[in-house]
C-alpha cells in the first residue's frame, strides 16, 4: 500500500492528486494544499552532514552560489545566507497575499499552515501563499538573475539530483567545459561521466551523505563539518526543535 504525500490525498477528493500543486486549482480552492502543507513545511526535520558541508564552503569563503530545488528550507537553516541561495522551486520562508500582495514571513503563518488551516492576510483577508512554485508557475527570477555565476565558477558539485526537471536539470551544462564536475548522488545522471569533452567530470555513486562524507575526508575537512553539525543542532536543541531524521 501507499503511504506517499500522493497517496494521503485520496479523500480530499481532488480532480488528480498533483492538483494539490496546481496554481489555478489552488485559486479555485486552497483548502487541499493546506491540509497537506505541514507535512512539507520547515520544522519537520534538521540539516543533516550534507547542508552543513554547504555551509562550510561559505564559511570558507569558497561558495559562489547554491542552487537548490528543495522546498524544505534546510540549507536557510543550516546557516546559509538567502543572497547565496537560489531556491529554485521557491521556499516556504516567505510568503505572498494572493489579492493584494503583501509579504509574509513563515513565523507570521506557522500556526495556521500547523494546524491545517488557510492562512488569510491581515490587511484584505485575501488567501496567503507561501512562496513555493506550483505548477503553472514561473521560477523566481532569482534563478535567472545568477545564472551569470556558471562562467566563473571553477567547480561545480551536484548532490542528491535526477537532473531530470528542466530548466533545473540545463544548469549542469553551463559552467566551462574546462571545469571538474563532481556528482554525488544515488545514480549517474545527465551527461555526467558520459560527455567525452569533460574529461574532468568525477561520480561517487551510492548514499549521497555517505559520499559527501568522503569527499570531506580527502579534502581533510571531515573534522570541522561534524563540529559545525553538532554545534547547530545544539543550537537548535535549545530552541526545543525535533531531532534530524
Do not use: M
Not at 39 to 59: I, K, Q
Not at 207 to 218: I, P, S, Y
Amino acid at each position: 500500500a501507499g503511504s506517499g504525500l500522493y497517496d494521503s490525498l485520496r479523500p480530499l477528493g481532488l480532480p488528480y492528486p498533483e492538483a494539490v500543486f496546481d496554481i489555478q486549482y489552488f485559486a479555485h480552492d486552497p483548502k487541499p494544499f493546506f491540509a497537506v502543507a505541514r507535512r512539507l513545511c520547515p520544522g519537520s526535520c534538521r540539516p543533516n552532514y550534507t547542508h552543513y558541508f554547504a555551509r562550510l564552503l561559505h564559511d570558507k569563503g569558497l561558495l559562489l552560489r547554491l542552487y537548490t530545488q528543495n522546498i524544505d528550507g534546510l540549507e536557510r537553516r543550516a546557516g546559509i545566507p538567502p543572497e547565496r541561495l537560489v531556491e529554485a522551486h521557491g521556499t516556504f520562508a516567505t510568503a505572498t497575499c494572493t489579492a493584494c500582495r503583501q509579504r509574509y514571513d513563515w513565523d507570521q503563518l506557522r500556526d495556521d499552515v500547523l494546524q491545517g488551516r488557510v492562512p488569510l492576510c491581515h490587511h484584505c483577508a485575501g488567501v496567503v501563499k507561501p512562496d513555493i512554485v506550483f505548477f503553472g508557475e514561473q521560477l523566481p527570477l532569482n534563478f535567472y538573475r545568477h545564472l551569470i555565476d556558471f562562467p566563473l565558477a571553477d567547480l561545480l558539485i551536484i548532490l542528491g539530483t535526477s537532473l531530470e526537471v528542466q530548466p533545473f536539470a540545463s544548469l549542469s551544462e553551463l559552467v566551462r567545459r574546462s571545469v571538474p564536475r563532481l556528482l554525488i548522488n544515488q545514480d549517474a545522471v545527465g551527461s555526467l561521466c558520459r560527455d567525452p569533452t569533460r574529461s574532468s567530470d568525477v561520480a561517487e555513486l551510492g548514499d549521497v551523505v555517505r559520499g559527501v562524507k568522503r569527499f570531506t575526508d580527502l579534502l581533510g575537512w571531515s573534522g570541522e563539518v561534524s563540529q559545525l553539525l553538532s554545534r547547530e543542532h545544539r543550537k537548535l536543541e535549545n530552541v526545543g526543535e525535533p531531532p534530524s531524521h
